[in-house]
């Protein structure tokens, strides 16, 4: 039996429109899937869609779209303020995601800042699963994103992934987003020989099998246990090429869409990251 094939596609600018320009970008790329910011990244604002840009991007399903939250996002942040901002710009980007297709949502795990990771999580049962149940079935599933691994992150290897589906009750609408470069910056050896493959295991054994939706195709400018979240494009990093084929080969990743989130401020060095992605692609 063939295994589904993964879509390669980028997260893309949306000048000129969601649709118009994010489309426009990915067609010039290759990219037959895209990842969106439906807000600023480093800002709180919760700008309201534009009904036909969002009637573009429902009206193409044969290009399957994600959100990335903003990156002020801190689930585990101490600070109330912070804490009532992050929850109101996650369900702000779940209902932008549904009014656009999206089929998932990616939101960091944030940090405990200053307080206790016990303290942290508890904060996370008592906000987040609330949140969860909020999702109408066709609403995007929530996708965690495991972080680099420094300044008191909640999140890091996969397996930390396991107390996040304990305390979320392994919600329904719960999955995972896995980046290259954040994983070989925990310590997640993917150039090593079987690396790849023993980083998936052990992602599956944590949250158990179809949690894992998107990968956030990554290099990496940093060794592995770096700590450091610099990404690279496809093959010119320490992680190099052969890693993203074995992840292909995965059985829990065939089917999974591959976003890239490389460097490159004009089409030409996404447009090789994605063609080298397709060219390792079964």
């Known amino acids: 039996m063939t295994s589904p094939k993964s879509l390669i596609g980028a997260h893309v600018p949306v000048a000129g429109g969601l649709a118009t320009g994010g489309l426009k970008y990915a067609a010039e790329i290759g990219a037959e899937t895209i990842q969106v910011f439906v ?5 709180w604002a919760m700008p ?11 009206e193409r399903a044969d290009v ?16 109330p303020e912070t804490l009532t901002k992050s929850l109101a710009s996650i369900r702000h980007s779940l209902a932008r ?20 990771y016990d303290e942290a999580m508890a904060q996370v049962h008592e906000h987040v699963l609330p949140l969860l149940e909020e999702i109408p079935e066709d609403g995007p599933d929530l996708l965690l994103e495991p972080m680099a691994g420094q300044n008191n992150m909640l999140c890091a290897k996969v397996q930390e992934l396991g107390p996040f589906f304990d305390r979320l009750e392994h919600h329904p609408k719960l999955g995972v987003c ?23 295991d052990a992602l599956v054994a944590t949250v158990g099998e179809g949690r894992l939706k998107l990968v956030h195709a990554n290099d990496s400018k940093d060794p ?13 990093g320490h992680i190099g090429e052969s890693p993203f084929a074995d992840l292909f080969h995965h059985p829990a990743v065939a089917g999974i869409p591959f976003i890239i989130e490389t460097p490159g401020r004009a089409p030409e060095p996404h447009a090789k990251d994605i063609t080298t992605l397709k060219n390792l692609r079964p």
């Open 39 to 43: 807000a600023n990244p480093r800002g």
């Open 48 to 58: 309201e869609g534009k009904p036909a840009e969002d009637a573009k991007l429902l």
């Open 64 to 79: 399957p779209v994600y959100v990335h939250a903003p990156y002020l996002v801190n689930i585990g942040s101490p600070n």
């Open 97 to 116: 995601g549904r009014a656009i297709g999206a089929r998932g949502v990616v939101v960091h795990t944030g940090s405990s800042v200053s307080q206790t």
């Open 178 to 200: 896995f980046d290259t470069c954040h994983a070989y910056a925990a310590g997640h050896d993917l150039a090593a020989p079987g690396g790849a493959k023993a980083a998936i």
């Open 224 to 236: 592995c246990a770096s700590g450091r979240d610099r990404h690279e494009n496809i093959g010119a």
